[in-house]
């Protein structure tokens, strides 16, 4: 057991330390998962209904010329309803967002990076209406379109290993919703933001 | 061919069809305003949006779908909006129990605690019954 402690010890120090004197590169491909708090903002449905529980998800970045890199992302998370006024009676809700990005890498110093993206992307809302007779449960979905943009920090541990948190503002476009301007609120767009942590492997 | 075109019957048949289902992409708002017999507003009460839809099932049996998509309270003035998303079922404003609709032209003899949706009444995703007369059973 001992001798497996010191190997492990001996790894861990060895990753995060041994390269320490590398300079942060930015011009290189990435792969990464994160958690992130997702909220709505503004005078729209999402807002009014939804609470969000911490989001997971991963993207994947590839260095395409020099600075500029292309990705895309995935972020799943439960959402807490907070009011069924504009819903429905839902009691169990998710939602999850996918998409394609563009960025930029600008230097800071040796350790960090400065990454503007840029993204559109997809939007799923699901809902889950369940019979109290029956219990059978009723699923319906909406979608949209995310258009958002998200300054990235990156903090490179290593060569290889970069530790990141992201605030990213999305405008979610619902145009494909009917309802009436008597509901109350609005249903044909929406703000997000999302504040993220993360870890990425860069190779 | 022949065979085929058996089979996709076979299959239809044990599934069943014509499920109850909701639109997520359709959001419908009904509102008015409860009364006594009197026009005196009635608050805190508290309707629902019932959705029935019959169903085929396998070996020919039908059966029912039915769900509260929504509910709703009456304010301070008896009034009420209800938003809920757009089924393809029959939908109804239900009454708690022990009320019942006194307002004949609105209500099914049958069930007096049902007012029908009826589709072709919204007006963009909207519906209003004006004024509803209730009394208690």
């Given at each position: ?6 190997f ?12 320490n ?140 290993l ?22 109350g ?19 | ?28 708002t ?50 009420f ?13 239900q ?43």
């Open positions: 057991m001992r001798v497996f402690f010191m492990f010890f001996g790894l861990c120090t060895t990753v995060c330390f041994a390269q004197s590398k300079i942060a590169n930015d011009e290189q491909s990435s792969f990464g998962i994160f958690t992130s708090y997702r909220t709505f903002v503004g005078d729209n449905f999402l807002a009014k209904s939804y609470n969000n529980y911490p989001t997971f998800g991963m993207q994947f970045s590839l260095n395409v010329y020099k600075k500029f890199n292309v990705g895309a992302f995935y972020r799943y998370n439960q959402a807490k309803i907070i009011s069924t006024q504009y819903v429905g009676n839902t009691q169990n809700s998710s939602v999850s967002d996918f998409g394609v990005f563009l960025s930029y890498s600008k230097k800071l110093s040796n350790k960090w990076l400065f990454i503007p993206k840029i993204g559109i992307g997809g939007f799923n809302l699901k809902n889950q209406i369940i019979d109290n007779r029956s219990y059978e449960r009723f699923r319906y979905y909406t979608f949209g379109s995310v258009f958002f943009i998200a300054p990235e920090i990156n903090y490179f541990i290593n060569k290889d970069i530790a990141f948190t992201v605030v990213d503002y999305g405008f979610v476009d619902f145009t494909g919703i009917t309802a009436s301007k008597a509901a609120t609005n249903y044909n767009a929406a703000n997000q933001l999302n504040f993220a942590l993360g870890i990425k492997v860069g190779f | 061919m022949n065979n085929k075109i058996l089979l996709l019957f076979i299959a239809l048949f044990f599934l069943g069809c014509g499920k109850l289902q909701f639109d997520g992409m359709a959001f419908l009904v509102k008015g305003r409860l009364t006594d017999a009197n026009n005196t507003s009635i608050p805190n009460i508290t309707l629902q949006v019932y959705n029935t839809k019959e169903t085929a099932g396998g070996f020919g049996s039908r059966g029912t779908d039915e769900a509260i998509c929504a509910t709703g309270v009456t304010d301070s003035n008896g009034d909006k209800i938003n809920y998303p757009k089924s393809n079922g029959d939908v109804y404003l009454l708690p129990y022990g009320l019942q609709m006194i307002d004949s032209v609105k209500v099914n003899s049958n069930y007096n605690y049902l007012v029908y949706l009826q589709p072709n009444k919204f007006i963009n995703a909207l519906i209003d019954l004006q004024t509803l007369k209730i009394s208690y059973k």
